[in-house]
Every structure is written in C-alpha cells, then in structure tokens.
C-alpha cells in the first residue's frame, strides 16, 4: 500500500452545487473516486490509496494535468486504486468532477 | 547415365514402403508411426501442419514416437509451433533444424530451446514468406495434414478450417513429395472437395477431432472505457477521415471494440456503406452486430473460427462457402488479399519505439511474427489506386508529381499507453535487440518497421506519422500520444503543440469527441450472450466462453 497526498492551488471553483459523489469500483486494474465539496473555492485535494507502488511520479503528473484543465476548486478527492492505468485515473476523475456539476 | 526422375523414383519406393502398413491409403492409428518410419529419411523436410487454429495433433504424437535411431536430424518447416509435441521432437533428437513462422503458446520454451543449441534456426518468418520458401528452397519431403473426413480415394475436406493446407499439399505432392492426412473420419462420400485424392497418399482416421483454437474470440464484457475511447478516435479520425472500405483488423480488443462501435457510434457519424464494408478477416463473433446491421458486404478468411459455422453457413451472401455451404478459408490468398487488397491495417502490438517500431517479443518469448508483417506493411508492388491509399500517398510527399507518386497503405497501431498489468506500450528501446543479441540474431524480430506505420491511436490521441517532416517530429509526435509512460512524460511540450497545431497529432477535443461519452453502453454487444442474440441463436460459443 503507498499514500499520497497532492494538495493543488486552482484558478476557479468547480461548478455546480452537489456535495458529494462516487464514481468507480474498488477492483484490479480500477478505482474508485469519492469527491466531496469541504474545501476553500480555490483549493483541490487528492488524496490517493494504491495498491501499485512506485507509481508517485506518474501521479503526480496525472493530477497536475486533471487540476490545469478542469480546475476542480472547493472539491476534495479519495481515491481507493487497485492498480488502475493513469488513463482510467483520468477517466474516473473527470466523470467525478462531472457528476459534482449537477444542482443537487 | 544421368537420370531426371530420381526424386520421383525416391517417392515412389517410399510409398510403396508405406503402403505395407497400410490397406489401400488407409492406415489404423496403431500403425501411424510405423508408417512414418517408413516414408522418413534422416534430414528430410518435413511439414508438420498447424498454425494459430487447427493442429494436426495425432500426426504429430506419432512422429514424436519414431525411432531415433531410424528417423532424425529433420529439418520442421511448418507455420506453426504451437504444441508441446512440436519441440519434442526436437528434445529427442529427431528433429533438428526449425524453419517457423508463429509460435504462440510455446514462445518461452522455443526461446529457452534457441538459446540452450537444442534448435537450429533457419528463420522465423510471416506465414506468406514461409508459404513462398515453400516452393523455392524449402519445399518439403514429407507433409503432415489435418482434415475433417475423406473418402477411401483419398479425397480430403477440410471444411470451415482450411487455412494452410492447400498451400502445403501443393508444394508438397507436386514436387515429389508424401502427403499424410488425418481426418476425422473416413465417409463414403466427402461434403466437398478440399484436396483431390490424388495429392493424398496415405489417411489416418484419428479417435478424436483435430484440436482448434478458438483465437479470435473476445468477449465484449472485458472491453475498457479506454478501449472504447480509442476506437472512437479511430473511427472518427481514420476510418471516417480517408473513407476506409478494404481493411483487416487484428485480434486484440481495441479493434473488437471498433467491430462492436460501427452499428452504435458509427451509425451516428453516418458512416454506414462508406467505411468498413470488406474485410481480409477471421470471423470475428465481434463483427456479427455490424453484419446483421448492414455494414458489411464481403469478408474472405484466413481460418475460421469455433463457433461460428452455423453463422457462416447461414450468411453466406458475407462469407466464402463451398458446396456444402460451410466456410472455405484459405490462408495463403487471404494474406494475399490483406496485402494488396486491403487500404488498412489496423491492430495493436505489446511495444512501440521513438521511430514507431514495434514488437511482440519479451526479453524471454519469441512469439514468432504469423501474418501481422504482410497486413501491417505497404505492398510496394501495389499497382491500382483508391482514396484511401491516394490520400495516404498525398499526406506522405504533398510536393510530389501525383501520376507518380505512390500511394500508401494506412498502418495503424492502436493501444492503451498502459497494457496488461500496467506495463507501458512505449520505451526507448525494445525488448527485441536485447533478444537478437542474447540469440545471435541477423536481425531483431520486429513485428512492423517504423517506417511502415502511419498513425498511432491512444486514449491521448492520434498521431499521424504521414505528416512528420524529420524524425524528430515523429519521435515527438509518438511521445506525444504517449500518454504517462515515461516516454510520453519525456516529451518536448512546445514541439507537441506545433505539432497538434498542424494536425499531426489530434487530441480527442479537436476531434469533437468528450472522452466522458466513452461508455460501455455504447458497445453494440456488452457480453458473449449478447452476440449471441445478436446472431439469432446461430452463433455458437465455445463453453469457456459460456457463463450461463
């Protein structure tokens, strides 16, 4: 098991108004993300559990790529990872972030 | 006095040594390797048929029972080596020299073999170069058959699974040489006729079917997001963008993906009767919903495929049936067919390099190349034109005088950044030279060159290799695509923008495309049962595929 924790500066707050969403499942080769709206308007947290180890670096790149181009403010990630690829990272946040635009 | 019929003098003395175990042509499996030690000599070519599919497995228990001390030192020249059977012949002695050209499931012990000097390589090759060597300078003494029935004459069906064997029995019987056949069973009168009768010199009626492989089956429930995004991208910015009709598709599951997104996501492009319409391909289960949707006209096959004969039979508007009405495949023509008649070739492979080579080899495995080489190549002695190979040839030399500018075949490599086990599709350097040193190799087993491939699909884009200029734009525009691999972090990010600026490499966004849309909902069937509905009941899976 490693821990991560990456801790972002955004330039906008994420849209929407939900407080909470899960989106994935906890199995090989995939994860789950739970995101919360408990931060300031211009922070975003992830907070990573892998199963993968030695993989830091290219999470740290796959975060830092989500935060530029979605600018997820306010919004606070845990993930639970069973080893998935950075594409399904991706995927998996994006669809977060899209489940939090809802009014509700 | 000199003679000239000496081979077939030989021939004939060593059928009639075999005809003493046998009752006309026909010889009881009790006898088999009898009849072997009779009509091999030490050094003799010999074809051992079996390829990626079907296997001539009794034969090949029965030559692995011959006595050393009669029969050795054979020189294999067979497509494949696939059972275990086929490398002990080597462990014993009675075999020595390989000629190959697919070794799936043996690719660690023949590599093991290789390197421990039980094995004497000649090469390994694509099924169409081993077929040409067939009647040019390894023509074999003695071949090794697997058929469905014959009759007493000797006549053979080999039905739906064809694939190699006419090919084999051709340079085989018309040079001199002994054709053995098993069959299944021996009938009066044979569905139809595969190989005439008097290209079979002697029958063994096996106790049980020839062994297939059903390899080309993928079941829809295993297919990613991922997988689905990349076949988006294909879809839209390859097959829609040089309005790809002729093509071949490789086995892996990005290209399931595509066969299972035409009646979905490419009925909604509007794509249907312009692009994927005729294929070089197996039979695919994956295709049946595009087939059943009206998307395809024709498709001509290498093999078959388990399950799917009833299918074939009852589509044979789609497939190449005999007079039975079951499947005709034929390798040799259908890779003849994928190289000079298809505008694409569009599959995956296990490593990519900086200048696009690829390879299926591991440091431990060599695989062997099967047909992937001719599909993923330009036929340069390709002569008549289309749009899509037209289009190719433009993007390759835009400056070129255009009556004599070539045309290109479009050769797509497709693939998540990250294969099994989170292992990258993209390094530096590949396993294969490794491999090549270890060896001793002439050259690396690399499965398509560089300079082949045009584009290269990931979940991060397309990279159109036509376009690069330099080969330090292609070695950006393939890090480009790379996604989080370390060669897709080691990227020059200005150059990557030049480069998607001019349309070279094409991220999902500029293609219209919200990788949030790729769902598993569009797949036009999300597991083995759905094909099956999908095919009325006339599909059949095997039962490892079967979870109900």
Redesign the interface.
């Known amino acids: 098991m490693e821990n991560l924790s990456l801790h972002h500066p955004t330039r906008q707050s994420a849209v929407g108004a939900k407080k909470m969403a899960i989106v994935g499942v906890v199995a090989s080769g995939n994860l789950e993300v739970l995101v919360e709206r408990v931060l300031p308007d211009h922070e975003c947290l992830v907070e990573i559990r892998t199963a993968a180890e030695g993989f830091g670096e290219v999470w740290k790149a796959v975060v830092a790529d989500f935060i530029e181009r979605y600018s997820p403010g306010g919004l606070k990630f845990s993930i639970n990872d069973g080893g998935a690829r950075p594409d399904a990272v991706s995927l998996r946040l994006a669809q977060a972030v899209r489940l939090m635009e809802e009014e509700q | 006095m000199a003679t000239w019929q000496l081979k077939r003098e030989t021939r004939d003395n060593l059928i009639q040594a075999g005809s003493t175990v046998a009752n006309g042509k026909v010889v009881e499996v009790r006898d088999a390797t009898r009849l072997l030690e009779a009509i091999l000599r030490p050094g003799d070519r010999v074809c051992l048929e079996g390829d990626n599919q079907k296997q001539a497995d009794l034969l090949s228990a029965a030559l692995l029972a011959v006595d050393p001390a009669k029969v050795n030192n054979l020189h294999m020249v067979q497509s494949g080596v696939v059972l275990p059977e086929h490398l002990d012949v080597f462990e014993r002695g009675i075999a020595k020299r390989l000629d190959y050209a697919y070794s799936g499931p043996q690719s660690a012990r023949i590599a093991m073999m290789l390197f421990g000097g039980k094995i004497e390589l000649g090469a390994v090759h694509t099924y169409l170069e081993l077929f040409a060597r067939y009647f040019i300078d390894l023509t074999p003494n003695v071949a090794l058959i697997a058929a469905v029935s014959a009759d007493r004459d000797g006549n053979l069906y080999t039905g739906p699974n064809t694939e190699d064997t006419p090919t084999v029995v051709e340079a085989t019987a018309f040079k001199d040489g002994i054709v053995v056949a098993q069959v299944n069973q021996i009938v009066d009168k044979v569905p139809r006729v595969d190989i005439p009768a008097d290209r079979v010199h002697f029958i063994v009626e096996a106790e049980k079917p020839f062994f297939v492989e059903p390899l080309f089956t993928r079941d829809p429930a295993a297919i990613?997001?991922?997988q689905i995004?990349t076949a988006m991208l294909a879809i839209k910015g390859i097959y829609a963008a040089y309005g790809v009709e002729r093509l071949n598709h490789g086995i892996g599951f990005s290209t399931a993906a595509i066969e299972l997104l035409l009646p979905t996501y490419g009925e909604r492009l509007g794509l249907k009767g312009k692009v994927a319409s005729r294929f070089a391909l197996n039979p695919h289960p994956a295709l049946i919903p595009a087939i059943e949707s009206g998307w395809v006209k024709q498709i001509h096959s290498f093999g078959s495929e388990v399950g799917m004969e009833n299918y074939i039979r009852a589509r044979s508007d789609i497939y190449f049936t005999g007079a039975d009405g079951a499947l005709r495949s034929n390798r040799a023509f259908s890779q003849t067919a994928g190289l000079y008649a298809c505008d694409m070739f569009i599959g995956s492979t296990l490593q990519i390099d900086l200048q696009g080579n690829s390879s299926t080899v591991t440091t431990s495995r060599i695989a062997g190349f099967g047909g992937a080489p001719n599909m993923g190549a330009d036929a340069r002695g390709r002569r008549h034109p289309s749009e899509p190979w037209l289009k190719a040839g433009q993007e390759a030399d835009p400056d070129g005088q255009p009556l004599l500018r070539r045309g290109r075949k479009l050769v797509v490599q497709i693939g998540?950044?990250?294969g099994e086990k989170?292992v990258p599709l993209f390094v530096e350097k590949l396993d294969a030279i490794e491999l090549a040193d270890k060896l001793k190799l002439d050259l690396a087993p690399v499965m398509i060159y560089g300079d082949d491939v045009t584009h290269i699909v990931t979940?991060?884009g397309i990279a159109n290799l036509l376009l690069c200029r330099s080969s330090y734009e292609r070695e950006q525009a393939i890090r480009g695509v790379a996604?989080?691999t370390d060669v897709g972090?080691g990227r020059d990010k200005k150059q990557v923008e030049k480069l998607r600026e001019r349309g070279v490499i094409r991220r999902p966004e500029d293609l219209g495309i919200d990788?949030?849309d790729?769902d598993r909902s569009m797949l036009a069937a999300r597991s083995i049962k759905d094909l099956v509905h999908w095919s009325g009941g006339l599909y059949t899976p095997p039962s490892k595929f079967r979870n109900w």
């Open positions: 990613t997001e991922g995004l998540e950044t990250f989170n979940e991060e996604g989080y972090r990788p949030l790729a």
